[in-house]
Structure formats: C-alpha cells, structure tokens
C-alpha cells in the first residue's frame, strides 16, 4: 500500500503534530506500507510571529531520517504556508498513491492536496490536529470562515474519512456537521524511548534545579493554549507552603510568551523558581521526564493530550485539566488527577500529591500502564485497517 502523507510543517519545535507524522509513518513502515511525506520548509506554525524556514531532515523529530521526506520551499504569503512547488508535486504524483492523508487545516498544503486529489480520484483521510476544537474557532474567525467558505468545508465533505483522535473530540465537532465518516482512532507514541530511561545524575542540576524541593514540570511549545499562566499562579500557592517548589517548563517559545510568563512570575514573587530550559528532545527530555515529581498541564485545549501521554509511559503523576480530551479516560483509570484550570483548583491538586509519596508512586505506575495502550505499533495497525477499508472503496464507521 503507497500512502502519502502532508502536512505543513514538520520541524522538531513546532510541535506536537510534527511527532505524530514522522511516528505515524515510522509505524506504518514498520507494518508494510510503503510511505512517502509531503511538508515545506516552515520552521515553525503560521502563527508564530517568528516566521523562519529553511527546515531540513536534521531539524525533524528523530526517526526523520529513517523516512521518505519530500520537503518543499515556502513562498509569500508565508503566513498561509504557500508552496507552490509543493502543489506541482501533488499535481504530478497524488494518483500514485493508494490513499492520501492530510493533515491540519487552513494553510496551502491542505488546499493543494484536496485540489490534487479530487482531480486524480484517489481517496483522502484529514486529521484536524484539533483546529476544529471550538476554543480554537473563536481565533482569527473571519480568515477561518473566508477558507472554509472557499474551499476548506468542501475539502472536510468531501473526505474518506475525517480522523479524530478520541470521542470527546467526535463530540465537540459534531455541531458542525461534517458529511464525511468520523473515524476515531488514538495517535501514539514510542513508550519504549519513555519507560526506561538512563539515569542521569547531571540532569536535576542542568535541567532542573539544585533545590532539593519537589519539581513541577511541563514540556510542550510555549503556546497560550496550554494554560501556562494558570499554572504559574498556581504554583505561587504552592511555594507558599513548599518554599523549595520548582516549576520547570521545557519547550520552544516561537510565540514570544516566556518574557510575559516571567513578567507574571516576578510579579507573584516566584521568578527564581521558575526555569524555562527550551526544547529538550531525545534522552535528555526522557531523563528530565524521570526525574520530575509531578507533570502538570492546565490547558485550555488538547484534542489529544500526546505530552502528556509521553510524561505518563516516564511514570510522571500528571494533573491535568478536563479540557485535554484523553483526562476523562487517565482519569477513569486511576492514572491522572484531573483539576479544573483555576489556579486555586490546580494548586489544591499538586500539593494533594506533593505531599503522598505513595500515592504519587501508585499514580505514576497507573499512568505508565495507561501509556501502554498508545504505543505506535498497535495504534498504527487501525489506520492501515483504515487505510484499506478506503482504498477498496468501503465505507467506515458512521458518525455518532
């Protein structure tokens, strides 16, 4: 089976979808398939006020190398990832493929994609990623509706299938009414490159702090989405009653929040316990995973949640808010604390499990367990199953 694979961006910084791809086709390799993607050189996302490109294999998530990359430059507009090269190739090669997935909405690539497999015939999945999240349709709504009015809600209409990652996100799209089949199916990670990581006794100092107080980590893009004020707040609560508390927050700041974050910070008094590392990836991210006592997330939106889920396969104890759409099932299975995003309610959390060591212990276990269930090679057998169902013209599950 050939699939081709498009997607805007595919730099290691811009984030979670980037992950997704590289480890959704890592898997579908590994199970058979013959896979090819299609992205640009946009370092980061389209809303990102650092608009910079040049982005090669190297910068991609690991495992990049390993795959077929097709990447294509980016032209003016730059904020709508226009590639015209990258049109031309679907033009040229969408009808060699069996399936095409697209991934994300609003930006050239998806446009050049529809356009080209309408034309050749061949059927099409679209992952959203989330953008179809009604937190995220209140942002820049006149341009949203300008391109759903052109062409994007043909584009979702007219799908195969339209991917949602769990059944909250089938909920929260469903007032929109998309006439094509909704398949839900988890995206995964590599759990094996998160639960055993090597000790390393040089990162609580390097990355973390010298306190020997319990560390609070996030890691994940710097973006508003995730709450990250809330947890700021919430954690001057929390040094009031563990002086020697850290908060540590890992990821890219491509949106420019961390100098407003530290602002905050300064102001509620917390500025030197606050550490900002940037992006960590590979072995020092799993072992600063490790050595964290609590990974928190009080985001506002996660069609998914796929940080958390790697903080979970390290036996982090999380303590997330009910706006990430796997928190209800972590939940269910003892293996997250799920805290409304106030930053009374999810102090109130984390200082309930700073001061548990083996709650924390059983929690972290649980969630290691519930990890497990997302590993890419069992998640990756349901889109080749997709995949085929579609490719022979069969239908797929209906919408509830």
């Given at each position: 089976?050939?699939?081709?694979h498009v997607v805007p961006w595919l730099a290691?910084?811009?984030?979670?979808?980037?992950?997704?791809?590289?480890?959704?086709?890592?898997?579908?390799?590994?199970?058979?398939?013959?896979?090819?993607?299609?992205?640009?050189?946009?370092?980061?996302?389209?809303?990102?006020?650092?608009?910079?490109?040049?982005?090669?294999?190297?910068?991609?998530?690991?495992?990049?190398?390993?795959?077929?990359?097709?990447?294509?430059?980016?032209?003016?507009?730059?904020?709508?990832?226009?590639?015209?090269?990258?049109?031309?190739?679907?033009?040229?090669?969408?009808?060699?493929?069996?399936?095409?997935?697209?991934?994300?909405?609003?930006?050239?690539?998806?446009?050049?994609?529809?356009?080209?497999?309408?034309?050749?015939?061949?059927?099409?999945?679209?992952?959203?990623?989330?953008?179809?999240?009604?937190?995220?349709?209140?942002?820049?709504?006149?341009?949203?509706?300008?391109?759903?009015?052109?062409?994007?809600?043909?584009?979702?209409?007219?799908?195969?299938?339209?991917?949602?990652?769990?059944?909250?996100?089938?909920?929260?799209?469903?007032?929109?009414?998309?006439?094509?089949?909704?398949?839900?199916?988890?995206?995964?990670?590599?759990?094996?490159?998160?639960?055993?990581?090597?000790?390393?006794?040089?990162?609580?100092?390097?990355?973390?702090?010298?306190?020997?107080?319990?560390?609070?980590?996030?890691?994940?893009?710097?973006?508003?989405?995730?709450?990250?004020?809330?947890?700021?707040?919430?954690?001057?609560?929390?040094?009031?009653?563990?002086?020697?508390?850290?908060?540590?927050l890992v990821g890219p700041d491509d949106e420019?929040?961390?100098?407003?974050?530290?602002?905050?910070?300064?102001?509620?008094?917390?500025?030197?316990?606050?550490?900002?590392?940037?992006?960590?990836?590979?072995?020092?991210?799993?072992?600063?995973?490790?050595?964290?006592?609590?990974?928190?997330?009080?985001?506002?939106?996660?069609?998914?949640?796929?940080?958390?889920?790697?903080?979970?396969?390290?036996?982090?104890?999380?303590?997330?808010?009910?706006?990430?759409?796997?928190?209800?099932?972590?939940?269910?299975?003892?293996?997250?604390?799920?805290?409304?995003?106030?930053?009374?309610?999810?102090?109130?959390?984390?200082?309930?499990?700073?001061?548990?060591?083996?709650?924390?212990?059983?929690?972290?276990?649980?969630?290691?367990?519930?990890?497990?269930?997302?590993?890419w090679l069992a998640v990756g057998s349901q889109?080749?199953?997709?995949?085929?169902?579609?490719?022979?013209?069969?239908?797929?599950?209906?919408?509830?």
């Open positions: 089976m050939k699939v081709l290691l910084r811009a984030g979670g979808t980037s992950v997704v791809v590289v480890g959704m086709a890592k898997a579908l390799q590994r199970l058979g398939a013959n896979v090819t993607i299609y992205t640009t050189d946009m370092a980061v996302p389209a809303q990102s006020h650092r608009l910079t490109r040049g982005v090669t294999v190297s910068d991609m998530p690991l495992g990049a190398q390993e795959l077929d990359i097709e990447v294509f430059p980016v032209n003016h507009p730059y904020r709508f990832v226009f590639s015209p090269k990258l049109q031309q190739a679907m033009y040229c090669h969408a009808a060699e493929y069996d399936v095409v997935h697209i991934h994300s909405l609003f930006l050239h690539p998806q446009y050049a994609a529809w356009r080209s497999v309408s034309r050749s015939s061949t059927p099409y999945v679209v992952s959203p990623h989330g953008a179809l999240d009604p937190y995220l349709r209140t942002k820049s709504r006149i341009k949203k509706k300008v391109v759903d009015v052109l062409w994007q809600r043909k584009m979702l209409d007219e799908a195969s299938a339209l991917h949602l990652t769990t059944e909250d996100e089938r909920t929260l799209v469903s007032d929109l009414r998309i006439a094509a089949p909704h398949e839900v199916i988890p995206i995964g990670i590599d759990t094996n490159a998160f639960s055993n990581p090597s000790p390393d006794p040089a990162v609580r100092h390097r990355f973390l702090t010298e306190s020997q107080g319990p560390v609070i980590l996030n890691h994940g893009r710097i973006t508003a989405k995730k709450g990250l004020d809330i947890l700021i707040a919430a954690f001057a609560r929390i040094k009031r009653v563990h002086p020697y508390a850290s908060l540590v420019g929040l961390a100098a407003q974050l530290n602002i905050q910070a300064r102001n509620l008094g917390v500025e030197d316990a606050v550490r900002f590392t940037g992006p960590l990836a590979g072995k020092e991210l799993q072992a600063t995973l490790s050595t964290a006592d609590i990974w928190a997330l009080p985001s506002h939106t996660e069609n998914f949640g796929l940080a958390m889920v790697e903080a979970m396969a390290a036996r982090c104890p999380v303590v997330t808010s009910p706006h990430v759409n796997i928190a209800v099932a972590a939940e269910r299975d003892e293996a997250a604390v799920v805290a409304n995003n106030t930053a009374d309610e999810f102090a109130h959390a984390i200082l309930q499990l700073i001061d548990a060591p083996s709650r924390r212990r059983r929690l972290g276990e649980n969630a290691h367990c519930f990890a497990l269930k997302y590993d889109f080749i199953d997709l995949y085929d169902t579609i490719s022979r013209g069969g239908g797929v599950s209906e919408q509830k």
